[in-house]
């Protein structure tokens, strides 16, 4: 979803209707990832997509967690409040050591990936044994037509999600569906947006949906 | 199993019309539920007759009862 | 019951939730034991309880601004208490107390920037909890002096001061703090709090703090929010930056089990109903009574509503969330006693508790449920419930049931079902209402049989089911009429035991039809709805129509209606517990100074028994002079006898048929009661029958004792579960009964 050559994402009223994070649900996810887990001062956490950086405060105002954020588009980088704990760099390309975090955190980016497996890959390879993955995106229940560059364009059916996860070394613990966020930013941006830009066609397709899951790097 | 002796009763002033003789005291058997006693209690001697006196019926038989159903 | 059902159950008596004052108080001071110490004038100790929570408490009492005011429930009645000027009497008329012993040091260092109350609070607080703190302030006390220091007595802060270094709190008046010195706090000190508004704003985050941990993406830094100007908020800030802190130090979630940190809201509910409005007393500094007197306008809050209006949930001195614990306790006892068989038999499953409790907690579903249990694991005290059970027996055995079309009719197109208590208690009454309706309506037939409802009440689903087959056979065997039924409580469980029939009450009917002739109109009563009347409000508006067409004056009682309270026979409360059972009925006899008219025999009974007049709705109807408020409830044994007596008596004059009449010798008997007797056998349940039994074996067996002052006899018989003796003599060719007693225990090997 695209108007001009300016992804939807980086739009000013995504930016305004979402919130600072540019994702359905707000925090609502993270923190139920969060939660799930019972993340604790002490712990590692990587943000990948981290966007203007939202989620990395949030981490650590709230959960008092060692959260850094991995960001490939300078523009959002640049014009975030705090890059301390914000890196530029592409999510299959992470400059860390193997093993450094207790859980990699991929929120509503996975899908914009030109190679998720190879992102997964590398997720896996940053994780500490036993440590987590949580990932929440779209997802789609029939293979939809790409259109270049665009959220919904890019959607996999569930199953194929969960494959392209257990096949890079994770083991899913839990799989959630939380598709009434999608419709409720679907349905904000249609009042926040005036006439120029076009409506998001995320909740307005079928069989599109947003998801949760949960998954565990063996030991 | 031990006799076990009750104070209050007192039956001296009934006996036994059909052999005609004053009661003595036994140990008679009582069960109720899954639990037996052995009571000393007034008895014909001659018929085997046993008497419960109504203060020991509605006393402490009464409570025992009770007792044992958990009521 | 299930470990979940438990907490459902727990979960919805809300007599332990927090009263508004404390839940709204965000340090979460016990208001409501403050108050009533402060009614009785116990200053000292209403001090402690104030300085148990309150970090510098000499100094907030006087300076808090009391939110907990604007959730005070008195609020709605006369004026909130005035929490606020309590709090500060108490703070100069008490004996002040010394700071809390701190807890041993536990190596963590925290640094706290700024002197407000905040950050004097957060120091407190973690100093007690053995944090080494270190407060910069190049004067301490200053910030929180410029703010509010005329409303503090020269002293008092400088008091608090000291306390707070008796706590081990370190004072650095040197350090001048600026952004690079704040960083090195951060590096060396486990922690870093700063009290935003005491210190220059150069040194406080780009970051809004987290509202729930006052966190900020600087790990270790912790914020107090900025602009806060009530001070019993800027003490909580201080104490939520200590939970922080101590969970950040020690590595334990940030987030979880935080909802009740902060005020928040309560489900306890208080009822204002019967509480006079009192507006609020100035409290003077230097008058005892005036404290005293406001801090007695406290309400004390607590719900109680079910215990308020139920005698039996007053008598275990405790309130449902307790009982159903220790119910479900009982059911896990494997070995030794189960101390609340009585209570759970004392319910009387009359669904008040539920209509009144703002969270509709059901005692009678829980009652029920564990006497079904017990039942089914073979727990249920035999003696609760087996009088009951065998009279049930015998109202639907060969002896009293009738089950026959209108006499000369071959088809049934209703079919009159008093129940067993009103042929037991008004056979006159029953047969006058039939021979109504035969004239009225025409093709009436006639069951009398037992609708179940003992079984049911006494958790017995094999009898409640059997009495249902029995039921269905016969109705069917009439040809299913519709019921023309007398009795709130047999409607109720009739639609259960025979989900296929039209059921109808007598008193709608009457209604439709209108009054018989020959009433007794006029007069003034108040009307005793019984309890199964709680949920029919068609019923209760229809017998009350016919009592307006009879021209009576109806009082309603305080509980009434929907709110009914039931006479003590629900729920066979009667049998498993009649001293309660007693007090139920004594309880709803006070409930009008006028005589009761009722539509249920057994509330017309139980009123009797405890000397209420009370007439049943056939009194009314189809008055007779032997049937007047005042006469008395019949003992068991003629319960049985009108049975008996009504069943020959109908089928020989209505249905001509003649009682093959195969005596049991026993009845032939001559026997004769002394007032005495009765009275006794009533009260332990001993039927005439039972005891004509024991003469019948004396005679046979010649075996008897003999009493050798007054010459009479003893002796006993044991029928099947109960021995039962009497004491008699021989009278004119008969014998005279003095007394009965009877027992469970049996005599090994002894006689019959």
């Given amino acids: 979803m695209t108007v001009g050559s300016v992804p939807l994402w980086e739009q000013p009223v995504l930016r305004q209707t979402a919130g600072e994070t540019l994702r359905p649900g707000s925090f609502e996810l993270t923190d139920r990832g969060a939660d799930l887990l019972g993340f604790a001062p002490g712990w590692k956490i990587l943000d990948v997509g981290s966007g203007l950086g939202a989620s990395v405060n949030r981490l650590r105002s709230r959960y008092g967690v060692e959260a850094y954020g991995v960001e490939q588009s300078i523009r959002q980088l640049e014009q975030a409040s705090d890059t301390s704990n914000l890196v530029q760099a592409t999510g299959d390309s992470l400059p860390f050591a193997g093993g450094s975090f207790h859980a990699v955190l991929c929120e509503c980016a996975l899908s914009l990936f030109p190679n998720p497996g190879a992102g997964l890959a590398e997720f896996q390879r940053v994780t500490m044994p036993g440590g987590f993955l949580i990932l929440s995106d779209l997802f789609a229940d029939r293979a939809a037509p790409a259109e270049p560059g665009s959220c919904a364009g890019r959607a996999m059916p569930l199953a194929s999600i969960r494959q392209q996860v257990e096949c890079n070394g994770y083991e899913i613990l839990r799989v959630e569906e939380h598709t009434v966020l999608l419709k409720d930013l679907a349905a904000r941006l249609v009042l926040a947006g005036g006439g120029s830009e076009k409506e998001c066609g995320c909740a307005g397709r079928k069989g599109l949906g947003y998801y949760l899951m949960i998954a565990v790097k063996g030991y | 199993m031990s006799v076990i002796k009750v104070p209050e009763i007192d039956s001296v002033d009934w006996s036994c019309a059909a052999c005609g003789e004053e009661l003595v005291r036994r140990p008679v058997e009582l069960e109720y539920l899954d639990s037996q006693f052995t009571v000393e209690l007034p008895v014909c001697p001659q018929c085997n007759m046993v008497l419960i006196p109504k203060a020991l019926a509605l006393g402490k038989m009464h409570q025992v009862e009770q007792l044992l159903e958990d009521k | 019951m299930e470990q979940a059902d438990l907490r459902q159950w727990e979960r919805q008596c809300i007599q332990e939730e927090t009263p508004r004052c404390v839940a709204a108080c965000p340090i979460h001071v016990d208001a409501k034991l403050f108050c009533s110490l402060m009614g009785q004038r116990r200053w000292d100790k209403a001090w402690q309880v104030l300085a148990k929570t309150m970090p510098l408490p000499g100094v907030l009492a006087r300076l808090c601004d009391a939110p907990c005011e604007s959730a005070c429930v008195r609020k709605d009645a006369g004026g909130a208490v005035e929490l606020g000027e309590l709090e500060r009497y108490c703070a100069e008329n008490a004996k002040p107390v010394p700071p809390p012993k701190p807890l041993p040091s536990r190596g963590k260092r925290v640094a706290v920037v700024g002197d407000g109350m905040s950050g004097l609070s957060g120091a407190w607080e973690m100093a007690r909890r053995g944090f080494d703190v270190t407060l910069y302030s190049s004067e301490p006390g200053r910030h929180l002096r410029e703010a509010l220091g005329e409303r503090l007595p020269d002293g008092v802060l400088e008091r608090e001061l000291a306390s707070l270094v008796t706590l081990g709190v370190r004072f650095d008046k040197e350090m001048k703090v600026s952004p690079s010195v704040l960083d090195s706090l951060l590096e060396e000190a486990d922690a870093v709090f700063l009290d935003s508004d005491a210190i220059s704003s150069d040194l406080l985050p780009a970051e809004v703090p987290d509202e729930i941990t006052l966190g900020v993406p600087r790990l270790g830094l912790f914020v107090a929010p900025k602009g806060e100007a009530s001070p019993v908020l800027q003490a909580a800030a201080g104490r939520r930056a200590a939970n922080s802190i101590e969970r950040f130090t020690q590595g334990v979630s940030m987030v979880s089990g935080r909802e009740r940190e902060g005020a928040y809201a309560t489900r306890l509910f208080t009822s204002l109903e019967k509480v006079e409005s009192v507006a609020p007393v100035a409290v003077e500094s230097d008058s005892e009574l005036t404290a005293r007197d406001e801090a007695r306008r406290c309400l004390q809050c607590e719900c109680l509503e079910c215990v308020k209006v139920c005698e039996y949930l007053r008598h275990y001195k405790s309130y449902p969330k307790v009982y159903v614990r220790q119910i479900y306790n009982n059911e896990s006892i494997v070995m030794g006693t189960r101390q609340a068989n009585t209570m759970i038999n004392s319910c009387m499953l009359c669904g008040l508790c539920e209509t009144v409790c703002p969270e509709d907690f059901d005692m009678a579903e829980v009652c029920l449920q564990a006497r079904r249990t017990m039942v089914e694991k073979g727990k249920m005290p035999p003696s609760a419930h087996e009088f009951a059970l065998r009279d049930m027996a015998f109202a639907n055995g060969e002896q009293c049931v009738v089950a026959e079309h209108a006499p000369g009719a071959d088809a049934s197109e209703y079919a009159?079902?008093?129940?067993?208590?009103?042929?037991?208690s008004d056979p006159d009454g029953v047969e006058k209402a039939y021979a109504d309706l035969r004239g009225r309506i025409g093709n009436v037939g006639l069951l009398l049989h037992c609708c179940g409802a003992p079984a049911h009440w006494a958790g017995r689903e094999d009898l409640e089911a059997e009495t249902a087959a029995s039921l269905v056979d016969k109705w069917e065997a009439l040809g299913r009429p519709k019921l023309i039924v007398s009795c709130p409580s047999c409607v109720k469980t009739l639609r259960h035991q025979l989900p296929d029939a039209e059921i109808t009450s007598h008193w709608s009917l009457l209604r439709a039809i209108g009054l018989p002739q020959g009433i007794a109109g006029g007069g003034a009563f108040a009307v005793n709805d019984p309890c199964a009347a709680r949920h029919e409000p068609l019923m209760r508006e229809d017998v009350r129509a016919l009592l307006d067409q009879m021209e009576i004056a109806v009082t309603e009682p305080e509980l009434t209606g929907q709110t009914t309270e039931c006479c003590g026979y629900g729920g066979l409360l009667s049998e498993a517990n009649p001293q309660l059972a007693k007090r139920v009925a004594q309880r709803r006899a006070a409930a009008a100074d006028e005589d009761f008219v009722t539509y249920c025999?057994?509330?017309?009974?139980?009123?009797?028994?405890?000397?209420?007049?009370?007439?049943?709705?056939?009194?009314?109807?189809?008055?007779?002079?032997?049937?007047?408020?005042?006469?008395?409830?019949?003992?068991?044994?003629?319960?049985?006898?009108?049975?008996?007596?009504?069943?020959?008596?109908?089928?020989?004059?209505?249905?001509?048929?003649?009682?093959?009449?195969?005596?049991?010798?026993?009845?032939?008997?001559?026997?004769?009661?002394?007032?005495?007797?009765?009275?006794?056998?009533?009260?332990?349940?001993?039927?005439?029958?039972?005891?004509?039994?024991?003469?019948?074996?004396?005679?046979?067996?010649?075996?008897?004792?003999v009493h050798r002052e007054t010459g009479r006899f003893l002796a006993s018989f044991r029928p099947s579960i109960v021995t039962y003796w009497a004491v008699f003599e021989n009278h004119e060719g008969g014998y005279l009964v003095h007394d009965a007693w009877s027992h469970r225990m049996r005599i090994k090997g002894g006689q019959p």
């Fill in chain 3, 416 to 424: 009159f079902f008093p129940g067993c208590q009103l042929t037991a």
């Fill in chain 3, 601 to 705: 025999v057994m509330c017309r009974d139980q009123m009797a028994r405890v000397g209420k007049r009370a007439v049943h709705l056939y009194d009314l109807l189809f008055p007779a002079r032997s049937r007047c408020a005042c006469r008395p409830s019949p003992g068991y044994s003629d319960r049985r006898e009108n049975r008996i007596r009504l069943r020959e008596r109908l089928l020989r004059e209505l249905w001509r048929k003649e009682m093959d009449g195969e005596t049991d010798p026993a009845d032939a008997i001559d026997v004769s009661f002394t007032e005495e007797a009765l009275e006794a056998m009533d009260e332990r349940r001993i039927l005439k029958t039972d005891i004509r039994k024991v003469l019948l074996q004396a005679r046979n067996s010649g075996k008897w004792f």
